[in-house]
């Protein structure tokens, strides 16, 4: 009875090992699930196999960290396609909007993700017309973002978002859908919301 005990308990501490490695401790935001601990894992082992490479004295050894490093690559991008495949992200992304912006932002949803970047798409409804200093309308609208955690730090670098007209015009009151990026993802374990920049404010920050 012992033997079959002790064999139960040591069964379960297995499985317990096992599937705690499975997830390799990844943490899931609310807002982008679990890619910024995909695009973290894979980016690490990464950089840490180039950095093998890069030391290594061995011509042979060298090379084969780099053909690792790129290998595992090649599976973090697998990893982050998978996990876009199987996973929706329908809820919206939580936003503050720049006081002196001259558009009503609607909506602001992930579009899509990479190894290094998620990609947003951004509705915006327009306050005024949009014109340049010689009182045309603009062929292109801006939006500058940065994405912060819950203590207001920022998190990886600042992003732009933007819209080019093909015929229509910036007038106020009709929308347009602008698409841009921020990053590093595998900054984004602790994602809080996207903040609205002005121009100034981006320079200063980027």
Same mark, same amino acid.
């Given at each position: 009875?012992?033997?079959? +005990?002790?064999?139960?308990?040591?069964?379960?501490?297995?499985?317990?090992?096992?599937?705690?490695?499975?997830?390799?401790? *990844?943490?899931?935001?609310?807002?982008?699930?679990?890619?910024?601990?995909?695009?973290? &894992?894979?980016?690490?082992?990464?950089?840490?196999?180039?950095?093998?490479?890069?030391?290594?004295? +061995? *011509?042979?050894?060298?090379?084969?960290?780099?053909?690792?490093?790129?290998?595992?690559?090649?599976?973090?991008?697998?990893?982050?396609?998978?996990?876009?495949?199987?996973?929706?992200?329908?809820?919206?992304?939580?936003?503050?909007?720049?006081?002196?912006? &001259?558009?009503?932002?609607?909506?602001?949803?992930?579009?899509?993700?990479? *190894?290094?970047?998620? @990609?947003?798409?951004?509705?915006?409804?327009? &306050?005024? +017309?949009?014109?340049?200093?010689?009182? @045309?309308?603009?062929?292109?609208?801006?939006?500058?973002?940065?994405?912060?955690?819950?203590?207001?730090?920022?998190?990886?670098?600042?992003?732009?978002?933007?819209?080019?007209?093909?015929?229509?015009?910036?007038?106020?009151?009709?929308?347009?859908?602008?698409?841009?990026?921020?990053?590093?993802?595998?900054?984004?374990?602790?994602?809080?919301?996207?903040?609205?920049?002005?121009?100034?404010?981006?320079?200063?920050?980027?």
């Amino acid at each position: 009875m012992k033997n079959f +005990d002790s064999s139960l308990i040591l069964f379960v501490a297995i499985g317990f090992v096992l599937s705690s490695c499975g997830d390799g401790g *990844m943490k899931d935001n609310t807002y982008l699930g679990k890619l910024p601990s995909i695009s973290k &894992k894979y980016q690490d082992k990464e950089e840490a196999l180039e950095e093998k490479a890069k030391k290594s004295t +061995d *011509m042979e050894d060298a090379y084969k960290y780099s053909k690792e490093a790129k290998l595992v690559d090649e599976e973090g991008d697998k990893a982050i396609e998978e996990y876009l495949t199987t996973n929706t992200f329908e809820m919206p992304i939580p936003f503050d909007n720049n006081s002196e912006s &001259k558009y009503e932002i609607l909506s602001l949803n992930i579009d899509n993700a990479s *190894m290094t970047r998620i @990609n947003l798409i951004l509705t915006i409804k327009l &306050k005024e +017309d949009i014109k340049n200093e010689y009182g @045309n309308f603009k062929k292109n609208i801006f939006a500058y973002i940065k994405a912060i955690d819950k203590s207001g730090s920022m998190l990886g670098k600042p992003g732009v978002m933007a819209f080019t007209y093909r015929g229509e015009k910036p007038e106020a009151g009709t929308e347009a859908t602008l698409k841009g990026s921020v990053g590093n993802l595998r900054e984004f374990e602790e994602f809080d919301k996207i903040v609205f920049l002005s121009k100034e404010e981006y320079n200063a920050v980027k």
